[in-house]
């Protein structure tokens, strides 16, 4: 294979001008520049990136880290990153982890033999202390409330918008009220456990461990929902629906089924996906676009930043 | 930076030594192998794994070239090839275009910089030739009927399976049919028009130019291609909707506005989402996932083949 030195040779020009041509220094005379440019055409010569990298100690490569690709939040999130990655010229590396600690371990271990300048995690099953061990490799972000901890952070308070959520829904009336989750596990959902304890506290609510329904992600899992809904004694009289998604699947279920949304059961549904607006869900609008790009520029960026992202609950007609 | 020479210095053993334990060689006694690694603890050694993919000419890392990361049809073909570079060890690197030929470029020029093994192109704007150019410079996978091509692929016959949709629908006694596709360009597309020219010549109906509606691609736009619809003199008496997504977004503006299905207006999706089983949507299943699995596979071999997939019409409630 050719290398610069044989460049240098061929073009009769100094090894760093032919660096300087590669690199496109502005510093070479025109005529140098054309010998080196035929070197590079006469000997089919293609600048070797990881030789690039391995000299700079850059690779332009940001690893992202999420549970499912082809679920609308985490698609959501994937495409804010993906365009502000290109406009910024860096590319994206995907671990797909289906919450597998070990294929967040694979983005670590990327970063720790610097394959990947930066890790975004989007969600995570590891635990803390895994994530804090590899901090020292390189800049690590994470989607959820990190502020005391040694990372950047972009996320949503989830604490504060499901206590905004349950005090909307008992504004109206309601006292039975459940909700659905993705996973019972991961902080962004014990926050909202905690906040779901509190406001149950505050308002003297007895707590039912069965209105909290976990596995909650896609479409298909409304029917799931609502056919354990159907088994209980004393069903919730409405529900907090972290997913778009879910909550889509719900209230098809509950209109084939003639069940009137929301006299008999209300819905608060997640995310303000254009699915929401179209079947009308009250929902809890979030900016994942907007999240995904700041995630990105925390990525790349030398400073330690936490960014919390405003939501708002949108007002429509199941809640 | 502690080199492989500075290892084999503190270890007392041969830099072909280290080398076999960074690599995991059988053929080295436990007490120099307890030695290097010894070395290895002691300076905080990181295989430079860059410098060992210089070495060995691979990367380990295949280039996903897609339109967009959030759209269910690529956003589940990306889960088909995520699962399975995970179970080969590989990484991807998504290049996540919107169908700008630039970004494209990006993915064939890491190809030709061996930043990457090869390339799967889920869906192009490039021309033809752009590809060709680099098929020297690595694998380059596609996701169209390429079988006179040089190149591997997995893909379904648009021809043959818009040819199926079509006489499906004319054997229920529709005539006027229109359909609704993501974009009038792509080698897809235009399997698709001549597939329908065809449909149309064989039984001497009339070819309406307004009832091929493009742009057509989330839930949001079956409420656009309805506004279309709706303000044509003559208009359609079933479609062909070339995403599940789009299908539902019709099926729901239909119902809101008691447009009855398939009585006034008949709709076939595509992909068999989750969506299109609870909607009762009539689709034609793709199997995107297996889809994803192949490319993947074909991405790694070395071997070129092409791979046609199966669809299956699923006969539900919209025609």
Redesign the interface.
Known sequence: MTNIKDLAKIARVSVTTVSRVLNNHPYVSEEKRMAVLKAIKDTNY??????V??SKGK?L?IG?VLP?????YF??L??GI??EA?KNNY??????TDYLEQ?EM?ALE?L????IDSVIICSRASDWKTIEEHLS?GKIVVCENMTERHVSSTYVDHYKTFLEALEFLFSKGYEKIGYCIGRKTGSNSLARECAYRDFMNKHNLSYTAEYIIDDCL???D??KVMKKIRGMVEPPEALLVTSDQVAA?IV??CHNNHIAIPDELAIIGFDNE??A???NITTIHIPLEDMGKSLFLQAVSKERTNNEVMIKLIERGTA
């Open positions: 293609n600048k070797n990136i990881n030789a990298h391995l690779t490569m992202v499912y690709s082809d679920h609308p698609s959501l994937l495409k993906a365009n290109l590319k994206l590396v995907l671990f797909q294929r694979e990327m720790k033999q610097k394959q490799f896609y479409f298909e409304g029917e699947g098809t279920y254009p699915i607006k179209l079947m």
